[in-house]
């Protein structure tokens, strides 16, 4: 058959028509195309060629027909689709969308949106969506011979778009776990689309969904709140503040909170709502006031009669406790806040249109690892507000161990074989149990770690005759139980042996530690009178080795030892002047006003550098350096020494919070008062320094 003889109704469908034209017809009841009334010629006529998907089905056995546009849709069924009967080619949707094809062949039209099928694709079971017409054929007598149909498959947009709203949904969950409050807004009105439990416990129950902020919280109109929204919807530029004021309707006091505002954008860069964070931070401000109160009255209390005294100072202790938990809240309300800020990008990139599926599952993993972050920082501020005084006591070794290495095989996992070496007899040690468990926890989990989550952990118990050389310092004899916790991972550098005991240093990637673990193994260990060694063969594993005190079968817990009673500043000997050298605003005018108070003359220098830079000009002017340890540059040890090589005779003072080592080690031979320090500590440190001077100073 050559293309001239195709009937002019079939030509414009081209190659399909053609294969129309082609096809065995003498076995149906429709005949050839040439015979075909002239409503089915016409349609066919119009829509062969159309871009939009359609297809028809007529005759006494609805013979199926269809152009161009709609043959992906057949996928391994066009290939004899052409004249088919039209419930034998879709037969598997067949009870779905008989009913459908009666009511058109009754002459009843049908629409549907979205309608769910189950169908065979690609030889399998598939569910599929569907937008589609069913409309009656008829012939020109007004006869109904067939139907008509136009189709669109949505598949893929049904399936985007719930994909889209479970990732929605993952994200408010995600937010709904913030430990601080959150919210979202939108528009310049800043309408409410979303907030949290923590912002309803601060905030109350109120209309917020679909209400503006004026709407929702009027009581803030003299309060500069809505003016900052305003500001950072038309400038695109975030702000956050610390501790800053808001008075709530309901609300007998002021409350003080960390808030950030951070914009959303869209993907032209314009601003289309607002991120709102942030944390309630009320305790700890009242805890600040209390603190700076009773400071104000310190004076006037070291100089009451002695019972008076001894309460001032246990007052004062109660003070530097709420100092102590008031500066960790702060920082750990800081990095919150740099939380926050990680959250609040990510949320305004996913509402970016089009934005591909990698990189929104990776703004939500930030979110996730985020949370997981703030909830770690919000467990150690809890763990520092109960520390609890060493608690001694005779405990026996083996049994604790075994004890813990139950508590630890589902923490390490399955891949990770653990295994107890030593003799059956009672190893009895005087320390602190809870503390030796939290120790033996730490290690394990650092084995863990380095060992990948497979390997082999051997833990030995073993009575020793002395502690080794450790860190510089000579064997000590002495009986001692040996705790050796050995990992077949990745070791340790050479050069990163002497920081791993260091407080918040780690190896791990960032959110998977804190740094603080073998801190707290090394600081029970010397705190307890014994020590910890470690040794490491980088691809083959590392042993840590723990020496507690030991003790005999006769022995009792040991009480911790108390503290001598405080006693009240001696006289001032002379109006001493004293170079204070403080890097933190905060505590060098804090330093400064109580040494004022205690009578002496001060200057302050922020940081080593400038201390040096007075001292040459005119060290004699100086008494007595009051310096602090940890700052950037030269620390305060390195300062020291540098002052003990250019000027012998002036004395110097350091205070750190983190002494506790530089305490015992002798070899820097400077006074230390220890963070935080009472007024009668400082007074009695520095008074016996200036004593002390050497002449020539």
Sequence with gaps: MTPQSVPPFLAAGGALGAD?????????????PQTWPVAVQATLATWLDSPQAMCMAWGPELHFLFNEAYRPFLGDRAAGAIGRRFADLWSDVWPDIEP???????????????????????????????????????????????????????????????QATAERARQRHALQQMPGFVALLSGPEHVFDYVNDAYRTIAGERDFLGNGVRQ???????????????????????????????????HAQEHFIDLLYHPIRDDAGAVTGIFVGGYDVTPRVSAERSLRGLNETLEARVQERSAEL????????????????????????????????????????????????ERRRKYLEAIADTVRRASRLTAQLLAFARRQPLRPEVFDVSRQVAGVAELVRPLVGGRVQIRIEGDAAPHLADADASQFETALVNLAVNARDAMDGEGELRV???????????????????????????????????DKMELIFEPFYTTKEVGKGTGLGLSQVFGFAQQSGGDIAVQSTPGEGTTFTLYLPQATATATAQRPVAAPLPVAPAPLLLPARILVVEDNNTVGQFSTAVLQDLGYRTHWAHDAQEALALLEADHERFDLVFSDVIMPGMNGVELAQAIRQRWPGLPVVLTSGYSEVLAADTRHGFELVQKPYSVAALSRVIQQAIRNRAPGG
């Design 20 to 32: 129309i034209h082609r096809h065995d017809w003498s076995a149906t009841a429709v005949g050839p």
């Design 100 to 162: 459908i094809v009666a009511r058109a062949l009754r002459g009843e039209g049908s629409r549907f949106d979205e309608m769910p099928l189950t169908m065979l694709r690609n030889g399998a079971p598939e569910d599929t969506w569907w937008s589609f017409t069913y409309m009656p054929l008829r012939d020109e007598h007004g006869s109904v011979i067939g139907m008509v149909s136009t189709s669109t498959d949505a598949t893929a947009q049904v399936v985007a778009a719930r």
């Design 216 to 250: 929702v919280f009027p009581e803030l109109a003299d309060q500069g709140y809505y003016e900052l929204l305003d500001r950072v919807y038309a400038t695109g530029e975030p702000f956050n503040a610390q501790s800053r004021p808001i008075r709530l309707a309901g």
């Design 310 to 357: 001894l309460r001032a100072e246990e007052a004062l202790r109660q003070a530097q406790k709420l100092e102590a938990v008031g500066q960790l809240t702060g920082g750990v309300a800081h990095d919150f806040n740099n939380l926050l800020t990680v959250i609040g990008t990510s949320v305004e990139l996913m509402r970016r249109k089009n934005l591909p599926e």
């Design 460 to 494: 030995r118990i073993e009575a020793v005759d002395a502690l080794p050389a450790l860190r510089g310092q000579p064997a000590r004899p002495g009986r001692f139980v040996a705790v050796s916790v050995q990992d077949t991972g990745s070791g340790i550098p050479a």
